[in-house]
């Protein structure tokens, strides 16, 4: 089975703080993603990579950035975390012509 | 670029209803699309997903989605709903233009499904 994982389920940290959310997927995919998924809001995509070292900007990519260095692990980091980056952040990764694959979830309280 | 609505936010049903999820996209060409559920707390599972061909595909859990392209529309449908079906559902939408942006994945705004015994 492929498997996404989160480096955290739960995190709770101060406004200002840069944080480091971290997703390693174990099946070889190209694309890996981070959404952000907020109620009524669905997912939306911050930043998109398609493979080591590349990367999109999805929807939301402001105040985010992120780093892919290997293949399996795909980094998301918030430079100095605000409030509203309180949420829930979810990984995936997919070869390009199947489904996504996603991690469960890192819920993120800026405090 | 590519998009996806799901125009019913919240729906309610009665356990044993027949069950219909809407979903329309926007893209270019005709799109990879998918159904995924998430149950509180968890993760995404996918359900089922339209790559080409027969356009009634058949997915996990009783699920059934059929894609239409005159109206640009990809519903999921379920004969008889279980209480255990009660969740979030997602219709997502993946580029298959090539280039760069191949397979990247765009989802709506979820519907939550309630069921009453």
């Known amino acids: 089975d492929v498997k996404v994982t989160q480096s955290s389920r739960y995190l709770v940290k101060r406004t200002g703080e840069k944080v480091f959310l971290e997703c390693v997927q174990d099946?070889?995919?190209?694309?890996m993603f981070w959404y952000r998924q907020d109620p009524g809001l669905g997912l939306r995509l911050i930043y998109f990579?398609?493979?080591?070292?590349?990367?999109e900007k999805g929807d939301i990519p402001e105040g985010y950035s992120v780093s892919r260095e290997k293949k399996e692990r795909f980094s998301l980091i918030l430079e100095s975390a605000s409030t509203n980056q309180t949420s829930m952040y979810l990984c995936?990764?997919?070869?390009?012509?199947?489904?996504?694959?996603f991690g469960q979830g890192t819920r993120l309280t800026v405090v | 670029a590519q998009s996806v609505t799901q125009p019913d936010i919240h729906i309610t049903v009665s356990e044993g209803a027949s069950l219909e999820l809407r979903c329309n996209y926007s893209?270019?060409?005709?799109?990879?699309l998918f159904w995924y559920v998430q149950s509180p707390g968890q993760g995404l599972q996918l359900l089922l997903k339209?790559?080409?061909?027969?356009?009634l595909v058949q997915g996990i859990k009783g699920f059934e989605a059929e894609f239409k392209r005159s109206q640009s529309s990809f519903n999921l449908r379920k004969p008889s709903v279980h209480w255990s079906d009660a969740a979030e559902y997602f219709c997502?939408?993946?580029?298959?233009?090539?280039?760069?942006?191949?397979?990247?994945?765009?989802f709506g705004q979820g519907t939550i499904l309630t069921v009453h015994p």
């Open positions: 995936a990764s997919s070869l390009s012509y199947t489904e996504a694959f």
């Open positions: 990579s398609y493979d080591v070292k590349m990367k």
């Open positions: 997502a939408v993946a580029s298959n233009a090539g280039g760069t942006s191949y397979g990247k994945l765009t």
């Open positions: 099946m070889d995919h190209e694309n």
């Open positions: 339209y790559f080409s061909g027969d356009t």
């Open positions: 893209y270019g060409a005709t799109p990879y």
